[in-house]
């Protein structure tokens, strides 16, 4: 698991205020969290309970077979362009973690949709993006249209926003 890397990330994170929960068993949603990599992490290491979703069921089914445990949650699910994230009340996950999501549905439709029932499911939400991709604007511009706080670093856009 990519443990240093997660906390790199959120040690860049800090500098824009983000702190994890001190307390056991927070929320953490990772949308297109693929085979859960990452978000492992915040289990394993913060004691977080974690939840996941992605679109693409052979990487869902690696994250259940990574799941040893049986403690996260892995849903094979359109997240965007589908009613999946209604399900889940006000300010439900403690931590909605974003990682190298943004950067590839920016053509999507509905993204702004999509970006506030985010908000509305999460006290928290953190990503870490490229900052340019593909000759799109860069990834700061459109955080900070979205209300983010951002850093940018070595082309990597870390964002930041909190209710």
Not at 87 to 115: A, C, Q, W
């Amino acid at each position: 698991r990519s443990a240093s890397l997660l906390l790199n990330y959120l040690n860049e994170l800090q500098i824009l205020g983000f702190q994890c929960p001190a307390k056991k068993n927070f929320r953490v949603f990772e949308p297109g969290c693929n085979c859960g990599e990452l978000l492992f992490n915040f289990g394993d290491h913060y004691g977080a309970k974690i939840h996941g979703a992605d679109i693409y069921e052979p990487a869902i089914k690696s994250a259940k077979n990574l799941d040893y445990l049986k403690e996260a949650e892995f849903e094979c699910a359109d997240v965007i362009q589908s009613d999946y994230l209604k399900k889940f009340p006000n300010r439900y996950f403690d931590i909605v973690f974003v990682s190298s999501h943004f950067t590839h549905i920016m053509h999507v439709p509905g993204l702004e949709n999509y970006i506030n029932e985010l908000k509305r499911i999460s006290s928290i939400i953190v990503c870490v993006e490229i900052e340019k991709f593909a000759g799109r604007a860069p990834m700061s511009e459109h955080l900070k249209i979205w209300g983010f706080y951002c850093l940018v670093k070595d082309d990597i856009t870390y964002g930041y926003f909190s209710h």
